[in-house]
């Protein structure tokens, strides 16, 4: 039956009444297709709440009131994934003094145009509430964790002060999963690395069997499994145990065709992430692969001078990373063009989170390094956008701005698909629906910026005992490889610190259980005691060596002030001379003026490579005063 003109335009029109009003209308520039591998001029793109709509042309009327977000001379990408990050770190190493918290992490991704993040081994209780709060807070990137990864005892992961599901037997899988699946994970994460790079010693980990039965559990799960694998052999090994991913790729031997047909008939995908293995390499040969603009904004300004000074110091010349990498930068590129060539899946990922692999420019960095592999721009954004999507299991909602997929997307000037260095230029970023607020970053970042307080003593009198602000909290080598000491703080019942704790063997450069202090979380608050001649302790504990440490601001990484003192189990008064403190550790000498105190840290140390005295500490100090 034919139709008349007028009941197909009223047909038309009928469908138009039904479309849903946009809450966001994205105007101009162009749009990446990853499926399509390209990008084409882009009229309009509507979003109705935090779902894409769909495009329209571009003489479409749009509803009034309807915000607007222009995006001529930019190209519209689909939001990017990190499928491999850490999220409670922030990527300045142990030798950054800077505090960051993971929440932002989170926000640096994002205002990077990173909205979905993957956590591939962390605390329960920190990221699955961390997960939770993601989803509602529109200034973080998405998180997915798997909580725990699943290793040997003494494997890789286990030197974390990180809760591991460490299995030995069978049975030990299913005990672990019967703790882990309350808390909902995402992927299950499984360890296969045997050690003997860059210096580190041999571990032990999963045989045949335990990452059949860890792969094989995630599976009736309906979870998808990554294995953390470093080397060739490690590779085969979880391909055939029916790993989903392979996070790391091949870093020690070279990709081959054996490798490539096992992976493509199981459809295991790749996710390199070779951030980790070159940003210190690149540092470490004075490229900072972090000078730029919008790494500046987003970043804490101590991790961003971190990342880029032009002489890192002796921390980066002993990174087993660097120095594993220094010279192994064609083999990598060449192990990931040897995948994609192939044809197989490759998703992007940095290990963000690890030293000189910052949350959010990681990414980017990455991105660099897939087209520096002999991937095209276009690739490597499909490989951070539907690849990711497509390897975490989400491509029905994400990956692309698809109609019905979720709203995130990131504006950036120029055209990325052309010259992958404007993914740093980044103008605009949308997360569900709604454009995220760079302001707010700019605004504390501005803050950082400024001159801190400054409390002048000069009268030892006059001054409270030791109230500048700020608590002592537990400070403990689980912070570091191997660490296994503990501490906890006891009510004070009027002095100014209790605690009591227990030393124990592991970290090889001198394990150490105490409490530290700073009087702003931020050390945005410091005491000029210039005027004064020392620091001075009313206190008792265990008759074991204890060490002093003054935190100054001018103090950037662990070449701290210290100095040694003799506790007793009566009570004592113990006058430590500004003169007396050394600095020790790694890093810059600074030169002490007394000007810029911190904080302070008292804790049981024991020296380093040496035999360790084990046992049980207690510290009770009454008052801490400068005289």
Known sequence: MKHSPLASLLSCAALLAQDPAPTLVVRGGRLFDPAALAAHPLGQLWIAGDKVLGERPADTAIPAGVPVLDAKGCTVLPGLFDLHAHIAVHGGGYSLAARIAPEENLETAL???????VDLHGDPALVFPLRERSRRDPALARLWCAGGAFTVPKGHATQFDIPANEITE??????????????????????????????????????????RAVVAAAHGQHLRAWSHVWSLPEAKTAVAAGVDVLAHGV????????????????????????????????????????????????????LYAYLNDPDPGPALAASPMARFAKTQEPLFLGNLKAVAAAGLPVGLGTDAGNPFVPHGPGVLFELELYVAAGLSPSQALRAATLGSATTLGIADRAGSLAAGKDADLVLVHGDPTAKIDD??????????????DRAAARARNALRGKPPEVIAIADAAAQPAFGFGGAFETSTDRVAPGGKSSCELLPADGSALRFRGEIKAGFAYGPWAGASMLFHPERRRLVDASALHGIRLELRGTDRPLTLTVHCAAVKDFNIFTATLHPKAGTQTIDVPFADLRQIGYGRKVEWTAKDITGIALEYRCVP???????????????????
């Open 170 to 211: 069978v049975a030990d899988v299913d005990k672990c999963f019967a703790a882990l699946m309350p808390h909902k994970p995402d992927v299950i994460k499984l360890i296969l690395e045997h050690g003997q790079w860059g210096g580190l010693p041999a571990m032990p980990t999963l045989d045949d069997e335990l990452a």
């Open 609 to 627: 490579f040496a035999k360790v005295e084990e046992g049980a500490v207690e510290l009770e100090v009454a008052s801490i005063r400068f005289y």
């Open 251 to 302: 870093f020690l031997g070279e990709v081959d065709g054996e490798l490539l047909l096992a992976m493509r008939k199981a459809g295991t995908a790749y996710v390199p992430t070779l951030a980790v293995v070159l940003a210190s390499a690149h540092a470490l040969q004075k490229k900072p692969p972090f000078a730029h603009a919008l790494a500046r904004e987003v970043l804490h300004p101590e």
């Open 111 to 117: 205002l990077c145009g990173v909205t979905n993040v």
């Open 423 to 436: 993914v740093w230029e980044v103008a605009d970023v949308v997360k569900a629906g709604r454009r995220v």
